[in-house]
């Protein structure tokens, strides 16, 4: 087996500081990391000029819990469970302390000095607008100004009240409009005012909104009990934050608000394919408190997250909304912010008060009247029934009552050794012995993946592969036609920049034609454009990770996208929407009523194949030259692809898995449940949780099974979602059997000193290593010559 860590000047060091595994961080360990941090991430002066001038360290993670998932509502930071009302609400106040502490810094009590001035009141078609400038601040002589405007319907009232909300849609539905002067691009002078408390602007914001609300309760048609707030994007952020710090505000539709707001920082960041802590605070450093930053890559230490600040506005009422490709959002991370939250709504006896609504469309969707019609509900003016198009609702309790499925995990025995080359007690000394284990192994790993349905293939001139399935076909039609059948990466493509990777000159060099393959998945294979006619290359399937409204497509990732390093090294690359996300999000939710007994893990790896058959069956293809090259998840189903599949030639799996016998709960990492309980990608694994040991495979076993084909593992030192130690054996285990077939440098071991993202570097340094296996032409190469 070749190894190949990245050294860096002072890697032990660091090395040390980053994984601490013997207890707290010393001063001297925080220092390493934040030296790292300035070294190894994108520049972020805001950030470094506040801590030269503070001294501020980063905090010592291991004092934090470590969830990989979401922080629990109901547990408090010591561990002691939520029971009651009266309990909710000294969590709260915790929750509220955490985020100041860690995202919008210290944010002031209301302002004490407040003067209102009349500047116009004009009357309407029907309502009258006043515009009124009000003073506020700490003290007398020490005061800003926010100037609101109110467009209040003719009538007697009282009429409900929505800050930030459209008066063109809101004087139509009865209700006061209200809007402010300031932004969080742009919060004013209040900060210089109040020095004592470090608030970044979505604080700053906030606790000017506290000032409006203390104006629109003076207001004799403002019904008092009725008082909305809602914004988009980044206002989106801070209507949520508002509405969590100030309780007078009865409801709150935070639309798109992305990380930061509802969206959770553990669900999307370059784990998640979009946009994180280290993108928010670099590009956007005056929203947040620069400490936030700290926690580029350590988001699952993060002590708050967005399910946490949207349970913070419990009892009262939040409708969550987002657009169905929403690149600034997540699909998924969204519900399980609902799911996480809902909890904390029913133990208050108002689990109705939590809603989502979800608009076919990109970032900018949004549906004003269809979050009037919620808004009626919660106000009591409508009594209609909302209905919230749940698209991941995924009950493992559920699937085994419908399936009936048991496993006796007892019935497996322990596995303890370490030596892959002798099972049962028997000795492997041959290649021709290992490859009969290796049919043991491959059977246990089908039967995890569970039964499949079979596919059908249409005889030779016939009509071809069945159709796709209706919810593969696009989102339904909803009332917002801005996207009815979602392309995203024709939207990608057409918008182009660094905000998704897809720039020169890969953009320019990168042909593509669609290339449909298994059971309607719709494939699309890029490929160099200047490719010679008659030339077969060598092909890549690229396989995304955990990127639910982009697919294949990345955002929030400014190096070039691996498909176009890939083509612009001379491969073909298909890619595709794996099952679930993407334009593919429709399957989940029917999958295991459909397939009780089959796997969303096995329709990928079956997709996979398929892609396989596709690829050998076109012209432009070498047939034995076709490798995987996944991500995340992606490369999870990229070992299993070709654990099972030995036409792929070679693998390259990034972030791809950590040993699930030694994945316990108490890792922190997310164990068995993250395939069984989080995201239902492997049901049957859950029957191990709390018995991993007696697994009938782990993945040193499937690598092993690739053998003597080349596989690189990239294993970052700072994977929140493995234990990068246990990755290393794991891969050292399986070099055993490499060695066994002579070949031990068809086996890679890369470690870069980071977290879990894709930089340059570790792109490139994977598409060399192809590049060495599969000798392609390179296309840039051929044209600046």
Same mark, same amino acid.
Request: net charge neutral.
């Given at each position: 087996?070749?190894?190949?860590?990245?050294?860096?000047?002072?890697?032990v060091?660091?090395?040390?500081?980053?994984?601490?595994?013997?207890?707290?961080?010393?001063?001297?360990?925080?220092?390493?990391?934040?030296?790292?941090?300035?070294?190894?991430?994108?520049?972020?002066?805001?950030?470094?000029?506040?801590?030269?001038?503070?001294?501020?360290?980063?905090?010592?993670?291991?004092?934090?819990?470590?969830?990989?998932?979401?922080?629990?509502?109901?547990?408090?930071?010591?561990?002691?469970?939520?029971?009651n009302?009266?309990?909710?609400?000294?969590?709260?106040?915790?929750?509220?302390?955490?985020?100041?502490?860690?995202?919008?810094?210290?944010?002031?009590?209301?302002?004490?000095?407040?003067?209102?001035?009349?500047?116009?009141?004009?009357?309407?078609?029907?309502?009258?607008?006043?515009?009124?400038?009000?003073?506020?601040?700490?003290?007398?002589?020490?005061?800003?100004?926010?100037?609101?405007?109110l467009?209040?319907?003719? !009538?007697?009232?009282?009429?409900?009240?929505?800050?930030?909300?459209?008066?063109?849609?809101? *004087?139509?539905?009865?209700?006061?409009?209200?809007?402010?002067?300031?932004?969080?691009?742009?919060?004013?002078?209040? $900060?210089?005012?109040?020095?004592?408390?470090?608030?970044?602007?979505?604080?700053?914001?906030?606790?000017?909104?506290?000032?409006?609300?203390?104006?629109?309760?003076?207001?004799?048609q403002v019904?008092?009990?009725?008082?909305?707030?809602?914004?988009?994007?980044?206002?989106?952020?801070?209507?949520?934050?508002?509405?969590?710090?100030d309780?007078?505000?009865?409801?709150?539709?935070?639309?798109?608000?992305?990380?930061?707001?509802?969206?959770?920082?553990?669900?999307?960041?370059?784990?998640?394919?979009?946009?994180?802590?280290?993108?928010?605070?670099?590009?956007?450093?005056?929203?947040?408190?620069?400490?936030?930053?700290?926690?580029?890559?350590?988001?699952?230490?993060?002590?708050?997250?967005?399910n946490? *600040?949207?349970?913070m506005?419990?009892?009262?009422?939040?409708l &969550?909304?987002?657009?169905?490709?929403?690149?600034?959002?997540?699909?998924?991370?969204?519900?399980?912010?609902?799911?996480?939250?809902?909890?904390?709504f029913?133990?208050?006896?108002?689990?109705?008060?939590i809603?989502?609504?979800?608009v076919?469309?990109?970032?900018?969707?949004?549906?004003?009247?269809?979050?009037?019609?919620?808004?009626? *509900?919660?106000?009591?003016?409508?009594?209609?029934?909302?209905?919230?198009?749940?698209m991941?609702?995924?009950s493992?309790?559920?699937?085994?009552?419908?399936s !009936?499925?048991?496993?006796?995990?007892?019935?497996?025995?322990?596995?303890t050794?370490?030596?892959?080359?002798?099972?049962?007690?028997?000795? &492997?000394?041959?290649?021709?012995?290992?490859?009969? $284990?290796?049919?043991?192994?491959?059977?246990?790993?089908?039967?995890m993946?569970?039964?499949?349905?079979?596919?059908?293939?249409?005889?030779?001139?016939?009509?071809?592969?069945?159709?796709?399935?209706?919810?593969?076909?696009?989102?339904?039609?909803?009332?917002?036609?801005?996207?009815?059948?979602?392309?995203?990466?024709?939207?990608?493509?057409?918008?182009?920049?660094?905000?998704?990777?897809?720039?020169?000159?890969?953009?320019?060099?990168?042909?593509?034609?669609?290339?449909?393959? !298994?059971?309607?998945?719709?494939?699309?294979?890029?490929?160099?454009?200047?490719?010679?006619?008659?030339?077969?290359?060598?092909?890549?399937?690229?396989?995304?990770?955990?990127?639910?409204?982009? !697919?294949?497509?990345?955002?929030?990732?400014?190096?070039?996208?691996?498909?176009? $390093?890939?083509?612009?090294?001379?491969?073909?690359?298909?890619?595709?929407?794996?099952?679930?996300?993407?334009?593919?999000?429709?399957?989940?939710?029917?999958?295991?009523?459909?397939?009780?007994?089959?796997?969303?893990?096995?329709?990928?790896v079956?997709?996979?194949?398929r892609?396989?058959?596709?690829?050998?069956?076109?012209?432009?293809?070498?047939?034995?030259?076709?490798?995987?090259?996944?991500?995340? *998840?992606?490369?999870?189903?990229?070992?299993?692809?070709?654990a099972?599949?030995?036409?792929?030639?070679s693998?390259?799996?990034?972030?791809?898995?950590?040993?699930?016998?030694?994945?316990? $709960?108490?890792?922190?990492?997310?164990?068995?449940?993250?395939?069984?309980?989080?995201?239902?990608?492997?049901?049957?694994?859950?029957?191990?949780?709390?018995?991993?040991?007696?697994?009938?495979?782990?993945?040193?076993?499937?690598?092993?099974?690739i053998a003597?084909?080349p596989?690189?593992?990239?294993?970052?030192?700072?994977?929140?979602?493995?234990?990068?130690?246990?990755?290393?054996?794991?891969?050292?285990?399986a070099?055993?059997?490499?060695?066994?077939?002579?070949?031990?440098?068809?086996?890679?071991?890369?470690?870069?000193?980071?977290?879990?993202?894709?930089?340059?570097?570790?792109?490139?340094?994977?598409?060399?290593?192809?590049?060495?296996?599969?000798?392609?032409?390179p296309?840039?190469?051929?044209?600046?010559?």
């Amino acid at each position: 087996m070749t190894t190949r860590l990245f050294r860096l000047l002072g890697v032990v060091l660091v090395l040390a500081a980053l994984a601490h595994p013997l207890g707290a961080m010393t001063q001297r360990d925080r220092s390493s990391y934040l030296d790292w941090m300035v070294k190894s991430l994108p520049s972020a002066p805001q950030f470094e000029q506040w801590q030269q001038r503070t001294g501020e360290l980063p905090p010592d993670f291991d004092t934090f819990p470590r969830n990989n998932f979401l922080p629990d509502p109901l547990t408090f930071m010591n561990g002691r469970a939520v029971r009651n009302a009266s309990d909710w609400n000294r969590r709260r106040a915790e929750i509220r302390q955490l985020l100041e502490k860690w995202q919008v810094g210290t944010v002031p009590p209301k302002a004490t000095t407040f003067k209102t001035t009349v500047q116009s009141e004009t009357p309407g078609n029907g309502y009258v607008t006043r515009v009124v400038a009000i003073d506020y601040g700490p003290q007398a002589g020490k005061t800003t100004t926010v100037t609101v405007t109110l467009t209040i319907p003719q !009538g007697p009232g009282p009429f409900p009240v929505m800050i930030g909300g459209a008066a063109s849609s809101l *004087i139509r539905r009865g209700y006061i409009a209200c809007s402010y002067t300031g932004t969080v691009d742009a919060p004013g002078a209040i $900060a210089t005012l109040y020095p004592e408390h470090d608030f970044a602007s979505m604080g700053q914001v906030a606790f000017t909104l506290q000032t409006v609300v203390d104006h629109l309760l003076t207001v004799p048609q403002v019904d008092k009990a009725r008082i909305a707030i809602t914004g988009y994007s980044r206002a989106g952020k801070m209507a949520l934050i508002a509405a969590a710090l100030d309780e007078r505000i009865a409801a709150v539709v935070a639309g798109s608000t992305g990380v930061g707001g509802v969206t959770p920082w553990r669900l999307s960041g370059e784990y998640g394919m979009g946009e994180g802590v280290e993108s928010t605070t670099r590009s956007f450093p005056i929203w947040f408190h620069p400490r936030l930053r700290f926690f580029s890559g350590k988001e699952d230490r993060l002590p708050v997250d967005g399910n946490l *600040i949207v349970a913070m506005v419990a009892p009262r009422a939040i409708l &969550i909304q987002y657009g169905l490709n929403d690149e600034v959002t997540n699909t998924w991370s969204h519900e399980q912010a609902y799911y996480s939250a809902r909890r904390v709504f029913s133990l208050l006896q108002q689990p109705n008060r939590i809603g989502l609504l979800r608009v076919p469309g990109f970032h900018g969707s949004n549906d004003v009247e269809a979050s009037l019609d919620w808004l009626d *509900i919660q106000f009591g003016r409508s009594t209609a029934a909302w209905d919230n198009k749940l698209m991941f609702d995924w009950s493992r309790a559920q699937w085994l009552k419908d399936s !009936g499925e048991q496993i006796d995990p007892n019935r497996y025995p322990a596995q303890t050794a370490t030596d892959l080359l002798s099972k049962s007690g028997a000795k &492997i000394a041959s290649t021709a012995d290992w490859e009969k $284990a290796a049919a043991g192994i491959r059977a246990a790993i089908n039967g995890m993946l569970g039964e499949n349905p079979g596919l059908y293939v249409a005889p030779a001139g016939g009509r071809g592969a069945a159709a796709p399935p209706a919810a593969a076909r696009g989102a339904a039609p909803g009332p917002n036609p801005g996207q009815l059948r979602p392309d995203v990466p024709a939207w990608v493509i057409q918008r182009g920049g660094t905000a998704f990777g897809w720039v020169e000159p890969g953009r320019s060099l990168a042909a593509m034609r669609p290339l449909n393959f !298994g059971y309607g998945v719709t494939g699309h294979l890029y490929f160099p454009n200047n490719t010679p006619a008659g030339t077969r290359l060598p092909a890549v399937i690229w396989l995304h990770g955990y990127s639910y409204p982009l !697919g294949y497509m990345w955002v929030y990732r400014s190096d070039p996208h691996p498909i176009l $390093a890939l083509v612009n090294a001379g491969y073909a690359v298909l890619a595709f929407d794996q099952a679930g996300f993407g334009s593919r999000m429709g399957e989940f939710a029917p999958f295991y009523k459909r397939h009780p007994h089959w796997s969303l893990m096995g329709r990928m790896v079956e997709d996979t194949m398929r892609a396989v058959d596709a690829l050998s069956a076109d012209a432009a293809i070498d047939p034995a030259r076709i490798s995987v090259f996944g991500y995340t *998840i992606g490369g999870t189903v990229g070992l299993y692809a070709a654990a099972l599949d030995a036409r792929i030639k070679s693998v390259v799996s990034i972030s791809g898995f950590t040993p699930m016998r030694t994945d316990t $709960a108490d890792r922190g990492t997310g164990g068995l449940a993250r395939y069984s309980e989080e995201r239902a990608l492997l049901p049957r694994l859950g029957f191990f949780i709390g018995h991993e040991s007696r697994l009938p495979y782990d993945f040193d076993e499937l690598i092993a099974t690739i053998a003597p084909r080349p596989v690189l593992v990239v294993e970052p030192t700072m994977d929140r979602a493995t234990t990068p130690a246990d990755v290393r054996q794991a891969v050292d285990r399986a070099g055993q059997v490499y060695n066994l077939y002579s070949a031990p440098d068809k086996l890679t071991l890369n470690e870069p000193v980071d977290y879990t993202r894709l930089t340059a570097a570790t792109q490139d340094e994977a598409v060399r290593w192809m590049n060495r296996i599969h000798a392609p032409t390179p296309v840039v190469a051929e044209q600046t010559r």
